[in-house]
């Protein structure tokens, strides 16, 4: 659980928020120019076994909507001088294949139930399971609405991406994972994880790159290429472990918070766990077969990512946002 506020290059600011944080708005913010961005958590790689290679995990979804003026809407309901309370849920279930971000301000801080509401949610991938690759996520919201009083008010439509489909294993005591795949971001979805294929089945399948990004391969190790400021999908192994996803990357003006795919391990008579994700929203790699024993761990999936960029003024009034 983390909040990290910096200033980018072109001067905007940026608050980047994973778990439960409080956020006090600042005195600078900007109802006309500010993005709410939400990434969906990637799922798990799947273990192999001493039949089959494990699935890589699918990737998160993303959504996001520019402009909500948070001020206009609470100055016109004369709710400056009350409570005004937003709430972020980052629910992964045991099965990862949810991640739900919730902005929900309001209450009119006396104790009635007038509140102002908005939501924007991203899904996470699937974990891999068996031979297979997580599914990808569900297409995250498109509808964004603003509730005041109880009444819809008025509702803005965000831009959204599913999430993408980790690659398959294969049934075999000697073939490597599938690979995780890679985070949707601004750009798009992410590219698919590699599946194992009837060609060099012993080697791990490519991870997915992120925002965008190229599908790893299904006939060698070669992890997919990235979008604009994304990760790169892992590596897949040969005799060894995957290798990890690459990290979305700052690039100039703005962060993108889209991982690569974890690579799905190599076939090898031991212990081969599958590359881990990127940081933010990609999934993790399959886990080799291997003779030796009924388990070889898949890779990590990565967490979900809330963040909120706006162009600073030079005043504001005086507000706040919880996180709880």
């Known amino acids: 659980m983390t909040q990290t506020v910096t200033t980018l290059a072109n001067g905007d600011k940026q608050v980047v928020i994973t778990g439960s944080e409080t956020w006090v708005i600042p005195a600078d913010w900007n109802d ?17 076994t001493v039949i089959q290679s494990g699935g890589g995990g699918g990737s998160g979804g993303y959504s996001y909507l520019n402009n909500f003026p948070i ?22 279930t045991a099965n990862g294949n949810l991640s739900l971000f919730s902005v929900v301000y309001g209450d009119d801080g006396n104790g009635n139930s007038s509140y102002t509401s908005a939501t924007v949610y991203a899904n996470s991938g699937n974990n891999g399971s068996g031979i297979y690759g997580g599914n990808a996520a569900g297409k995250p919201s498109n509808f964004f609405q603003l509730t005041v009083d109880g009444t819809n008010f008025i509702s803005y439509s965000p831009t959204t991406y599913a999430g993408a ?9 000697t073939a490597g994972g599938g690979g995780g795949a890679g985070g ?57 472990s995957g290798g990890a996803g690459g990290n979305g990357t700052n690039v100039a003006t703005s962060y993108v918070f889209a991982g690569g795919g974890g690579g799905g391990a190599g076939y090898l008579a031991g212990n081969t766990a599958g590359g881990n994700a990127g940081l933010y929203n990609a999934g993790g790699g399959g886990g080799s077969a291997r003779a030796l024993a009924n388990s070889s761990p898949g890779g990590n999936g990565s967490i979900g990512v809330f963040v909120i960029t706006y162009t600073p003024l030079t005043s504001s009034g005086n507000m706040f946002l919880m996180f709880r």
């Open 165 to 173: 489909t980790g690659g398959n294993g294969r049934v075999s005591s």
């Open 32 to 48: 006309n120019a500010n993005k709410f961005e939400a990434y969906g958590g990637g799922g798990n790689g799947a273990a192999g």
């Open 184 to 240: 949707s971001g601004p750009n798009g979805i992410g590219g698919a994880g590699g599946s194992n294929t009837t060609t060099n089945p012993t080697i791990g399948r490519g991870g997915g790159g992120g925002n965008g990004g190229g599908a790893g391969s299904g006939t060698s190790a070669t992890g997919g290429t990235a979008g604009t400021g994304a990760g790169v999908g892992g590596t897949g192994g040969t005799a060894a």
């Open 71 to 92: 001020k206009y809407y609470t100055n016109t309901r004369n709710y400056l001088n009350d409570g005004y309370v937003a709430v972020i849920n980052s629910i992964d």
